[in-house]
């Protein structure tokens, strides 16, 4: 197999590339309210309640309509897991590795309707549905090496007389459940890891975006994953979530989403039931609150740019979105400037409009609690730019940016998820350090300066995951950023490293007397 490298983001600069995915959302609009049915091991259930996928810069539009599982089927999907697990943990890794190449290939092929469903699923714009996308093809084209490095000979200190060996063997049925913000390449990444390592998987898409995730189930059977290694099963995390969480066949859960989600399925994992032979595992990764730290000497242009991109780009949904700014005094004045300027001049709007580099949020849920964090905001700090719903149809909110905000204010303390930057002014780098680091989350952080003593300083410092210097806090590449956070932010599964797969594996040792 040639080294891996990352797929390189399309920036739609080529016209093939633009009426790729022009021709690819009218499709889509064309087609919008074809319905899915559930599929359990080859068998199909239409149910009365359904799920349906709504444009969220046109939410008058169902993309699409699914079932919403019931606690039944969602046992049948668990138990059909369990069945399958003999065979698929039997299957070499070469052959689960080739299923997830060929599942790589079947999505660079589909990728214009990828980027599109993202577009009006998600609310991306087409660079970050692309990037998405991406993303998507890398875990895949990754994890597939990464799976034949673990089945390779394991080194073990020789020992005179015995021949030892270890070697990794799957965990069992494991859930999956993805948050909608990356709905294709979270979703993607935590069910390939999981079932290239011979385990089987119920997959339980976020209720935002199945659409999308349908896209994954359709290549891994084109790839040929074997019916019942994979159920996609559709549904609602409230309803079904505490069922297969629970469940005492189920091994693993891989959970990507909040705080508040992620540590409820940690605990009800924690209990045993009655039936149940193991301790479940918990992959949890789980929200930020990520700070960016601009030192008296920075870049101040390279500064609000990174700003700017990372705290707006996707409209602040991303766990490792800048949502705080610790700027030193020093240089307060000139950088606002530069950052209110940059975030003035983006464009909002739908996102089919390939010129647009905001989009809407994901639902209403989310504008209303967005706009009542920009409401706290006004008692909080003081008002630089945005604070205001877009009335077009859609979820749609300006960037927002709020200055003198105090770092134990909630607006400097709760994930917003949303397109509000919280920012702060310090007299020097320990108070910006401080100020950085006084949170219960730890995904990313970015630090901009040129002094190597404050850069050494935040490399031991400044207690996160994911730490950048003079460039943004998003934007984590497959392989050379492996991602994940400390403290409330997760488990620091290291999604895209090395470690990755070992968390769906247990390690087995056998040793021979000769
Ligand atoms: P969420 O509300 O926690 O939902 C995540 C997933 O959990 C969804 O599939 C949801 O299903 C499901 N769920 C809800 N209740 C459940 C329950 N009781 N049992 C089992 N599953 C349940 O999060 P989100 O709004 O989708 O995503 C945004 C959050 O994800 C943010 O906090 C963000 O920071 C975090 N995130 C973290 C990372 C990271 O790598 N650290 C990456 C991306 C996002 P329904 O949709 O059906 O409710």
Not at 265 to 289: F, S
Not at 395 to 416: G, H, N, V
Not at 428 to 456: I, K, M, P, Q, W
Not at 481 to 496: E, L, Q, R, V, W
Request: net charge negative; glycine share 10%; proline share 5%.
């Amino acid at each position: 197999m040639i080294p891996f490298k990352n797929l390189p983001v399309r920036q739609f600069n080529r016209d093939d590339d633009i009426q790729g995915v022009e021709a690819a959302i009218g499709s889509l609009k064309r087609n919008a309210g074809r319905e899915y049915p559930l599929v359990i091991g080859g068998q199909t259930y239409t149910n009365t309640r359904k799920l349906n996928s709504l444009s969220p810069s046109d939410p008058s539009r169902t993309l699409a309509i699914f079932q919403k599982a019931t606690r039944e089927q969602a046992g049948e999907a668990i138990n059909l897991a369990s069945e399958t697990l003999e065979s698929w943990k039997a299957t070499s890794a070469d052959e689960r590795a080739d299923i997830l190449i060929r599942a790589a290939e079947i999505l660079r092929r589909r990728r214009d309707e990828a980027v599109a469903t993202l577009v009006l699923e998600a609310g991306k714009n087409w660079i970050e549905a692309d990037a998405d996308l991406a993303e998507a093809v890398d875990f895949l084209e990754f994890y597939a090496r990464e799976a034949l490095r673990y089945a390779r000979k394991q080194p073990l200190v020789p020992i005179e007389g015995e021949e030892p060996e270890l070697f990794y063997i799957p965990l069992g049925v494991g859930v999956v459940i993805p948050p909608w913000n990356f709905p294709l390449a979270i979703l993607t990444g935590m069910t390939s890891a999981a079932i290239v390592t011979g385990n089987t998987v119920v997959l339980k898409p976020a209720s935002d975006t199945p659409l999308t995730g349908q896209l994954l189930a359709e290549v891994m059977t084109e790839a040929g994953l074997p019916e019942g290694v994979l159920t996609y099963l559709t549904g609602s995390g409230g309803e079904i979530g505490d069922f297969i969480v629970e469940h005492p066949r189920v091994r693993f859960i891989c959970f990507t989403g909040s705080v508040e989600v992620g540590l409820g399925i940690n605990e009800r994992a924690a209990r045993t039931a009655p039936g149940q032979i193991w301790i479940k595992r918990v992959i949890a990764e789980m929200g930020g609150k990520d700070a960016t730290i601009i030192d008296d000497d920075a870049d101040l242009d390279a500064a609000a740019k990174g700003i700017v991109a990372s705290a707006f780009g996707y409209q602040g949904q991303k766990c490792s979105a800048c949502s705080r700014l610790i700027v030193h005094e020093r240089v307060y004045e000139p950088l606002m400037e530069l950052v209110v300027a940059g975030t003035k001049a983006l464009k909002v709007g739908p996102p089919e409009d390939r010129t647009n580099f905001m989009g809407p949020v994901i639902n209403q849920a989310a504008q209303d609690k967005i706009m009542s964090y920009v409401e706290l905001g006004h008692d909080e700090g003081c008002l630089l730019t945005g604070g205001n719903r877009i009335d077009i149809p859609g979820y749609f909110i300006e960037p927002t940016i709020f200055t003198d905000i105090k770092p134990d204010s909630r607006l400097a303390q709760e994930e917003i998820f949303g397109p509000v930057l919280a920012v702060m002014k310090v007299r020097d780098f320990d108070e910006a350090l401080a100020v950085a680091n006084n949170t219960v989350y730890g995904l990313t952080g970015a630090v901009y300066s040129r002094n190597e003593d404050h850069l050494n300083q935040a490399r031991e410092v400044f207690h996160v995951g994911n730490l950048y210097f003079n460039r943004e806090c998003t934007g984590a590449l497959v392989g050379v950023h492996p991602f994940g956070g400390f403290n409330m932010s997760g488990t620091d599964s290291k999604a895209g490293g090395r470690d990755y797969l070992g968390l769906f594996l247990q390690a087995k040792l056998v040793s021979r007397k000769v």
